[in-house]
Protein backbone atom coordinates (compact mmCIF):
# COMPACT_ATOMS: atom_id res chain seq x y z
CA UNK A 1 0.00 0.00 0.00
CA UNK A 2 2.51 2.58 0.42
CA UNK A 3 4.10 2.03 -2.70
CA UNK A 4 1.03 2.70 -4.12
CA UNK A 5 0.83 5.83 -2.31
CA UNK A 6 4.11 6.70 -3.06
CA UNK A 7 4.25 6.20 -7.12
CA UNK A 8 1.11 7.77 -6.59
CA UNK A 9 2.78 10.80 -5.40
CA UNK A 10 5.58 10.13 -7.89
CA UNK A 11 3.19 10.70 -10.75
CA UNK A 12 0.51 13.32 -9.37
CA UNK A 13 4.40 15.60 -8.47
CA UNK A 14 5.84 15.05 -12.49
CA UNK A 15 1.97 15.99 -14.15
CA UNK A 16 1.36 19.11 -11.60
CA UNK A 17 4.54 20.37 -10.19
CA UNK A 18 6.67 20.95 -13.34
CA UNK A 19 7.40 24.31 -12.60
CA UNK A 20 6.16 25.32 -16.15
CA UNK A 21 3.10 28.28 -17.02
CA UNK A 22 1.21 28.20 -20.02
CA UNK A 23 -0.64 31.46 -21.99
CA UNK A 24 -3.05 31.85 -24.53
CA UNK A 25 -2.84 35.26 -26.05
CA UNK A 26 -4.73 36.63 -28.83
CA UNK A 27 -4.24 40.54 -30.55
CA UNK A 28 -7.68 41.09 -31.72
CA UNK A 29 -8.54 44.88 -33.41
CA UNK A 30 -6.30 46.86 -31.13
CA UNK A 31 -7.04 44.21 -27.69
CA UNK A 32 -4.67 41.82 -26.18
CA UNK A 33 -6.10 38.97 -24.35
CA UNK A 34 -4.09 36.55 -22.17
CA UNK A 35 -5.21 33.90 -20.65
CA UNK A 36 -3.30 32.12 -18.05
CA UNK A 37 -2.56 29.12 -16.37
CA UNK A 38 -1.25 31.48 -13.31
CA UNK A 39 -3.21 30.66 -9.88
CA UNK A 40 -5.20 28.36 -11.94
CA UNK A 41 -7.12 30.38 -14.48
CA UNK A 42 -6.90 34.12 -14.84
CA UNK A 43 -7.33 36.35 -17.56
CA UNK A 44 -7.02 39.61 -18.08
CA UNK A 45 -7.54 42.33 -21.47
CA UNK A 46 -5.32 45.57 -22.39
CA UNK A 47 -5.22 48.34 -24.68
CA UNK A 48 -3.15 51.23 -24.86
CA UNK A 49 -5.44 54.40 -25.84
CA UNK A 50 -3.49 57.79 -26.02
CA UNK A 51 -0.75 57.71 -22.57
CA UNK A 52 -3.23 55.22 -20.76
CA UNK A 53 -3.04 51.31 -20.70
CA UNK A 54 -6.42 49.78 -19.99
CA UNK A 55 -6.34 47.07 -17.85
CA UNK A 56 -9.44 45.18 -17.00
CA UNK A 57 -9.19 41.00 -15.28
CA UNK A 58 -11.69 38.93 -16.10
CA UNK A 59 -13.37 36.23 -13.69
CA UNK A 60 -13.51 32.95 -14.89
CA UNK A 61 -12.39 29.08 -14.38
CA UNK A 62 -11.61 27.63 -17.55
CA UNK A 63 -8.19 27.95 -18.56
CA UNK A 64 -7.28 24.59 -18.75
CA UNK A 65 -10.67 23.99 -20.87
CA UNK A 66 -9.49 26.59 -23.50
CA UNK A 67 -5.92 25.50 -23.87
CA UNK A 68 -6.79 21.87 -24.77
CA UNK A 69 -9.00 22.95 -27.23
CA UNK A 70 -6.30 25.30 -28.40
CA UNK A 71 -3.64 22.90 -28.86
CA UNK A 72 -6.23 20.90 -31.45
CA UNK A 73 -6.15 24.03 -33.60
CA UNK A 74 -4.10 23.84 -36.82
CA UNK A 75 -0.65 25.71 -36.45
CA UNK A 76 0.21 28.32 -38.98
CA UNK A 77 3.01 26.87 -41.54
CA UNK A 78 6.38 27.03 -40.52
CA UNK A 79 5.38 28.76 -36.83
CA UNK A 80 4.63 31.86 -38.72
CA UNK A 81 3.67 34.88 -36.74
CA UNK A 82 -0.13 34.84 -36.23
CA UNK A 83 -1.76 37.22 -33.78
CA UNK A 84 -2.97 33.67 -31.95
CA UNK A 85 -0.12 31.82 -29.48
CA UNK A 86 0.03 29.58 -26.90
CA UNK A 87 2.82 30.54 -25.07
CA UNK A 88 4.69 27.38 -23.10
CA UNK A 89 7.21 28.56 -20.11
CA UNK A 90 8.91 25.73 -18.51
CA UNK A 91 12.70 27.84 -17.97
CA UNK A 92 12.46 28.19 -22.21
CA UNK A 93 9.59 30.00 -23.72
CA UNK A 94 8.02 28.06 -26.40
CA UNK A 95 5.59 30.01 -28.51
CA UNK A 96 3.31 28.21 -31.08
CA UNK A 97 0.94 30.30 -33.55
CA UNK A 98 -1.84 29.41 -34.20
CA UNK A 99 -4.06 29.44 -37.85
CA UNK A 100 -6.21 32.59 -37.11
CA UNK A 101 -8.90 31.33 -39.05
CA UNK A 102 -9.60 28.40 -36.62
CA UNK A 103 -8.75 30.42 -33.22
CA UNK A 104 -10.10 32.97 -33.61
CA UNK A 105 -13.55 32.06 -32.77
CA UNK A 106 -12.05 30.42 -29.70
CA UNK A 107 -11.30 33.77 -28.03
CA UNK A 108 -14.40 35.29 -29.45
CA UNK A 109 -16.19 32.29 -27.62
CA UNK A 110 -14.59 33.19 -24.08
CA UNK A 111 -15.00 37.12 -24.58
CA UNK A 112 -19.18 36.42 -25.34
CA UNK A 113 -19.49 34.00 -22.60
CA UNK A 114 -17.59 36.18 -20.07
CA UNK A 115 -18.69 39.75 -21.48
CA UNK A 116 -19.81 40.71 -17.92
CA UNK A 117 -17.05 39.60 -16.14
CA UNK A 118 -14.67 42.38 -16.49
CA UNK A 119 -13.08 44.00 -13.71
CA UNK A 120 -10.87 47.32 -13.56
CA UNK A 121 -9.60 50.21 -11.49
CA UNK A 122 -10.71 52.58 -14.53
CA UNK A 123 -14.06 50.24 -15.26
CA UNK A 124 -15.38 53.07 -16.96
CA UNK A 125 -13.24 53.85 -19.30
CA UNK A 126 -12.33 50.37 -20.01
CA UNK A 127 -16.22 49.42 -20.43
CA UNK A 128 -16.31 52.26 -23.04
CA UNK A 129 -14.16 51.86 -24.87
CA UNK A 130 -15.28 47.95 -24.98
CA UNK A 131 -18.08 48.77 -26.59
CA UNK A 132 -16.69 51.98 -28.78
CA UNK A 133 -14.09 49.55 -30.27
CA UNK A 134 -14.93 45.82 -28.92
CA UNK A 135 -12.14 43.19 -29.88
CA UNK A 136 -14.89 41.02 -31.63
CA UNK A 137 -15.93 41.99 -34.99
CA UNK A 138 -19.32 43.48 -34.93
CA UNK A 139 -21.06 41.34 -37.16
CA UNK A 140 -20.32 38.76 -35.26
CA UNK A 141 -21.97 40.41 -31.65
CA UNK A 142 -25.70 38.77 -30.87
CA UNK A 143 -27.58 42.17 -31.26
CA UNK A 144 -27.26 45.39 -30.67
CA UNK A 145 -28.10 45.56 -26.92
CA UNK A 146 -25.20 43.53 -26.64
CA UNK A 147 -22.64 45.21 -24.44
CA UNK A 148 -19.16 44.43 -21.77
CA UNK A 149 -20.21 45.21 -18.50
CA UNK A 150 -17.07 46.34 -16.40
CA UNK A 151 -16.98 46.85 -12.34
CA UNK A 152 -15.09 48.93 -10.54
CA UNK A 153 -12.07 47.39 -8.47
CA UNK A 154 -11.12 48.86 -5.29
CA UNK A 155 -7.49 49.56 -4.06
CA UNK A 156 -7.15 46.94 -1.30
CA UNK A 157 -4.53 48.41 1.46
CA UNK A 158 -3.50 45.91 3.94
Known amino acids: MIRVLALLSVLTTACFAGGGRESLVADMNGWTLTLDS ?31 VAKTLPKTTKNQKSPFRIIEDDGTQRVVYLASDTARP ?41 VFKVAARELKLK
Open 106 to 146: LFELMLLNHRTAFSSFDAALVEEELNKNPPIDRKFLPNRNF
Open 38 to 68: SDGSSAHITKKVGDRQLVALIEFAHFWDYLL
